[in-house]
């Protein structure tokens, strides 16, 4: 229980409710902490966060230091450094726990408000055991948001539809040993490789999980190798407001929190938006079996849904053991004020919400029509010109890709994933949903008063095949996981070229360098936000492990040797990226609508191999062309070819009015061929071009000289 110190060298005064978590001021620390169900609060405070038993327990009565279920304490004196956690007390027994109460004084819990977290005494096992763990406990740090430079530097105010998304991981961007960086693994490590994103040309970086987290959340051992596994991809957040301490370079208190803001500094200054992927459907608490470190002693009842009439049981929408009640008004402002935090204190640009379907259902787990976070989030004045983007989906099987509450929200397009797998791989008889997902899936979103950034389109992210792994395997290979190769998904839509796994065959390469191409450029040609996964611009490979959630090793890791290896597909992103950027045709901020430019050339005209004939009821149609009307009338039109059949097929083409073509990509030529440096693009003559098999290419109409 608790351990009082012999000295109380801190004054204690009632503080104030308002704000959560800490708040440094010049005579000391306000600490606030919200429990409905609590009937009284301990506030333990560490000199060192190291030390194993406090400096000073601090009662908090409910007569002093209670309003409105806000438990509140001014300590004066108390400086950046310190550690604290909190000790609460509320309804136990039986009759309790199935009411949802899950109350345990011997456990020493964490502010979800922290703004670092003391880990060196950590022991997961002990907050899973009964009895005391104070010994073994997590401890928040008080930090002094207000001591940084950030040398005038603002989150950057960019228009989304020019967007190019980079999903990157921090740690696994620069762990390996061939990274060149002084601090692998860390903010610092991805701040001395941004050149290699700039050159990419990348405008912005989508982060994986900097919430702190617990790597051991995930135990055992990889089966192949003994190694042991963690959880390296951080989807069980513990301290909301923290940026995780495993991504530090430095040793004091404050350094993630300084180390995250130098990055995002750094990534402004080159022009890069910071995108946080953001897990607010559970949190690293698990099931009824799992450990107490935060919400779960704080107030269960509150946080989490539990089943109805026995809640000692969590429902889980997130297949992760527990889900946030979201739209309980606490949880709500707990969001929110972790959205606000993260965009004025860190100055991040935007977010992607974790199985954000979770967050459209009500207290009772059904759907809700307006979802009152979800919409706190999209009218919010402090995250107005923030990027929200979804995945609109949870566990629970609640699926809202194209439906999903509030306008401005992006979604990551599943079905576009799924459909350009399919039809890169050789599917035949889609064409016409590949045509819906290359126009922006209008179809999708359109009726809605959606438009294309709604869409965020993607052929491959962390969760599933890299882009490598999709040409060179039929099926998953995920033995290191230790589970029996049963977890994953199993339909993958992928295609291994004719070879399982790594070949040695110039032939199988040759084609699957230039599928690989295939997708990126169909990507980037596509209406909507294009979202690149962390190496797939190399062929980085996870040795066919689609659920590489536990592996922090070279499975995961960028292998600094790959764009030497693959130094084609790198420059073939490079050029498709400065392409995209340089044709606003192809990120239109309106569907198509049937207008014409001052040529007479209509903003889209689909084709076959035969002008104006699709074939869109063709179950064998593999291929597929189609013409873009330039924005400008100075610019360039366009005209886009996709045979993924297994034959050369010949294409009209339009005769361009007053211009004339030439080639500007083919994917099935060498490299420095297959896209032409500007000024270096070949005239095309005739009236037909001889598309080879798998490859697109791409045309643009240019004056006649």
Same mark, same amino acid.
């Given at each position: 229980? +608790?351990?009082?110190?012999?000295?109380?060298?801190?004054?204690?005064?009632?503080? /104030?409710?308002?704000?959560?978590?800490?708040?440094?001021?010049?005579?000391?620390?306000?600490?606030?902490?919200?429990?409905?169900?609590?009937?009284?609060?301990?506030?333990?405070?560490?000199?060192?966060?190291?030390?194993?038993?406090?400096?000073?327990?601090?009662? !908090?009565?409910?007569?002093?230091?209670?309003?409105? =279920?806000?438990?509140?304490?001014?300590?004066?004196? @108390?400086?950046?450094?310190?550690?604290?956690?909190?000790?609460?007390?509320?309804?136990?027994?039986?009759?309790?726990?199935?009411?949802?109460?899950?109350?345990?004084?011997?456990?020493? !819990?964490?502010?979800?408000? *922290?703004?670092?977290?003391?880990?060196?005494?950590?022991?997961?096992?002990?907050?899973?055991?009964?009895?005391?763990?104070?010994?073994?406990?997590?401890?928040?740090?008080?930090?002094? !948001?207000?001591?940084?430079?950030?040398?005038?530097?603002?989150? !950057?105010?960019?228009?989304?539809?020019?967007?190019?998304?980079?999903?990157?991981?921090? %740690? %696994?961007?620069?762990?390996?040993?061939?990274?060149?960086? +002084?601090?692998?693994?860390?903010?610092?490590?991805?701040?001395?490789?941004?050149?290699?994103?700039?050159?990419?040309?990348?405008?912005?970086?989508?982060?994986?999980?900097?919430? =702190?987290?617990?790597?051991?959340?995930?135990?055992?051992?990889?089966?192949?190798?003994?190694?042991?596994?963690?959880?390296?991809?951080?989807? +069980?957040?513990?301290?909301?407001?923290?940026?995780?301490?495993?991504?530090?370079?430095?040793?004091?208190?404050?350094?993630?929190?300084?180390?995250?803001?130098?990055?995002?500094?750094?990534?402004? /200054?080159?022009?890069?938006?910071?995108?946080?992927?953001?897990?607010?459907?559970?949190?690293?608490?698990?099931?009824?079996?799992?450990?107490?470190?935060?919400?779960?002693?704080?107030?269960?009842?509150?946080?989490?849904?539990?089943?109805?009439?026995?809640?000692?049981?969590?429902?889980?929408?997130?297949?992760?053991?527990?889900?946030?009640?979201?739209?309980?008004?606490?949880?709500?402002?707990?969001?929110?004020?972790? @959205?606000?935090?993260?965009?004025?204190?860190?100055?991040?640009?935007?977010?992607?919400?974790?199985?954000?379907?979770?967050?459209?259902?009500?207290?009772?787990?059904?759907?809700?029509?307006?979802?009152?976070?979800?919409?706190?989030?999209?009218?919010?004045?402090?995250?107005?010109?923030?990027?929200?983007?979804?995945?609109?989906?949870?566990?629970?099987?609640?699926?809202?890709?194209?439906?999903?509450?509030?306008?401005?929200?992006?979604?990551?397009?599943?079905?576009? /994933?799924?459909?350009?797998?399919?039809?890169?791989?050789?599917?035949?008889?889609?064409?016409?949903?590949?045509?819906? /997902?290359?126009?922006?899936?209008?179809?999708?979103?359109? *009726?809605? %008063?959606?438009?294309?950034?709604? +869409?965020?389109?993607?052929?491959?992210? =962390?969760?599933?095949?890299?882009?490598?792994?999709?040409?060179?395997?039929?099926?998953?290979?995920?033995?290191?996981?230790?589970? $029996?190769?049963?977890?994953?998904?199993?339909?993958?839509?992928?295609? $291994?070229?004719?070879?399982?796994?790594?070949?040695?065959?110039?032939?199988?390469?040759?084609?699957?360098?230039?599928?690989?191409?295939?997708?990126?450029?169909?990507?980037?040609?596509?209406?909507?936000?294009?979202?690149? $996964?962390?190496?797939?611009?190399?062929?980085?490979?996870?040795? %066919?492990?689609?659920?590489?959630?536990?592996?922090?090793?070279?499975?995961?890791?960028?292998?600094?040797?790959?764009?030497?290896?693959?130094?084609?597909?790198?420059?073939?992103?490079?050029?498709?990226?400065?392409?995209?950027?340089?044709?606003?045709?192809?990120?239109?901020?309106?569907?198509?609508?049937?207008?014409?430019?001052?040529?007479?050339?209509?903003?889209?005209?689909?084709?076959?191999?035969?002008?104006?004939?699709?074939?869109?009821?063709?179950?064998?149609?593999?291929?597929?062309?189609?013409?873009?009307?330039?924005?400008?009338?100075?610019?360039?039109?366009?005209?886009?070819?996709?045979?993924?059949?297994?034959?050369?097929?010949?294409?009209?083409?339009?005769?361009?009015?007053?211009?004339?073509?030439?080639?500007?990509?083919?994917?099935?030529?060498?490299?420095?061929?297959?896209?032409?440096?500007?000024?270096?693009?070949?005239?095309?003559?005739?009236?037909?071009?001889?598309?080879?098999?798998?490859?697109?290419?791409?045309?643009?109409?240019?004056?006649?000289?």
């Amino acid at each position: 229980m +608790s351990v009082a110190s012999v000295d109380t060298p801190y004054k204690i005064t009632t503080g /104030r409710a308002h704000p959560l978590g800490t708040t440094v001021l010049p005579d000391g620390v306000n600490i606030s902490l919200y429990s409905e169900h609590a009937s009284r609060i301990e506030l333990l405070l560490f000199d060192d966060p190291k030390d194993p038993v406090p400096t000073q327990v601090v009662p !908090l009565c409910p007569e002093d230091h209670n309003t409105f =279920h806000f438990w509140h304490a001014f300590v004066h004196g @108390l400086r950046p450094g310190a550690g604290y956690a909190f000790r609460v007390h509320g309804p136990q027994g039986e009759d309790a726990v199935r009411e949802g109460h899950r109350f345990d004084p011997e456990k020493v !819990l964490l502010d979800p408000y *922290a703004h670092a977290v003391e880990t060196a005494l950590w022991d997961r096992g002990a907050a899973c055991r009964r009895g005391d763990n104070l010994a073994t406990s997590l401890r928040g740090i008080v930090v002094d !948001l207000d001591d940084y430079d950030w040398e005038g530097d603002r989150p !950057l105010d960019r228009s989304v539809s020019d967007a190019v998304i980079y999903e990157l991981h921090v %740690g %696994g961007f620069t762990r390996a040993a061939n990274s060149g960086v +002084s601090a692998p693994g860390t903010y610092q490590g991805v701040v001395e490789r941004i050149g290699y994103l700039k050159e990419l040309g990348v405008t912005a970086v989508e982060l994986l999980p900097v919430f =702190h987290f617990d790597p051991g959340e995930v135990g055992g051992t990889d089966p192949t190798t003994g190694e042991r596994l963690s959880n390296y991809w951080g989807y +069980s957040p513990l301290a909301f407001f923290a940026p995780h301490s495993g991504y530090r370079h430095g040793s004091d208190p404050g350094a993630p929190a300084r180390e995250f803001r130098d990055m995002v500094k750094a990534l402004h /200054r080159a022009g890069i938006q910071v995108i946080l992927d953001v897990v607010f459907n559970h949190t690293g608490e698990g099931n009824q079996n799992g450990p107490t470190i935060s919400f779960k002693g704080i107030d269960n009842a509150v946080y989490y849904f539990t089943v109805p009439g026995d809640r000692q049981y969590y429902l889980d929408y997130t297949g992760t053991g527990n889900t946030l009640n979201c739209n309980h008004p606490v949880v709500d402002k707990f969001i929110v004020d972790c @959205l606000t935090f993260w965009v004025r204190e860190m100055h991040v640009d935007g977010f992607r919400f974790d199985l954000g379907s979770v967050l459209t259902r009500g207290e009772d787990g059904a759907p809700m029509t307006h979802p009152p976070v979800i919409w706190n989030i999209e009218l919010s004045e402090d995250l107005l010109d923030t990027t929200v983007i979804a995945e609109a989906w949870d566990a629970g099987g609640l699926y809202q890709v194209g439906r999903f509450p509030g306008f401005r929200w992006g979604e990551w397009n599943g079905r576009y /994933r799924d459909t350009l797998r399919r039809f890169v791989a050789g599917t035949p008889g889609i064409l016409g949903d590949v045509a819906d /997902r290359l126009a922006g899936s209008s179809d999708l979103y359109q *009726a809605s %008063g959606r438009v294309p950034v709604n +869409s965020v389109n993607f052929v491959s992210c =962390h969760d599933g095949f890299t882009l490598g792994d999709l040409v060179c395997y039929d099926g998953k290979h995920n033995e290191a996981n230790g589970e $029996n190769n049963a977890d994953g998904a199993d339909d993958n839509a992928s295609w $291994n070229c004719g070879r399982e796994g790594p070949s040695d065959d110039p032939g199988v390469e040759a084609l699957r360098n230039r599928q690989v191409k295939n997708l990126l450029a169909l990507l980037l040609l596509s209406q909507g936000v294009p979202m690149i $996964n962390m190496g797939d611009e190399v062929r980085r490979t996870q040795r %066919g492990n689609n659920n590489a959630y536990c592996q922090d090793n070279k499975t995961s890791w960028f292998d600094w040797e790959d764009p030497v290896r693959h130094h084609d597909t790198l420059r073939f992103t490079q050029r498709m990226i400065a392409f995209r950027a340089a044709h606003p045709e192809l990120h239109r901020q309106r569907y198509f609508d049937g207008r014409v430019n001052g040529r007479g050339v209509p903003d889209v005209r689909w084709h076959g191999c035969r002008l104006d004939g699709p074939g869109w009821d063709d179950p064998w149609g593999r291929a597929l062309a189609f013409t873009l009307g330039a924005i400008d009338d100075h610019g360039d039109d366009l005209h886009v070819i996709a045979n993924m059949s297994d034959e050369v097929l010949g294409f009209d083409l339009p005769v361009p009015a007053e211009r004339s073509w030439v080639r500007t990509i083919d994917t099935s030529l060498p490299e420095g061929a297959d896209i032409a440096d500007e000024g270096a693009e070949q005239p095309v003559t005739g009236r037909l071009y001889l598309a080879n098999p798998h490859s697109v290419v791409v045309l643009a109409s240019r004056p006649t000289t």
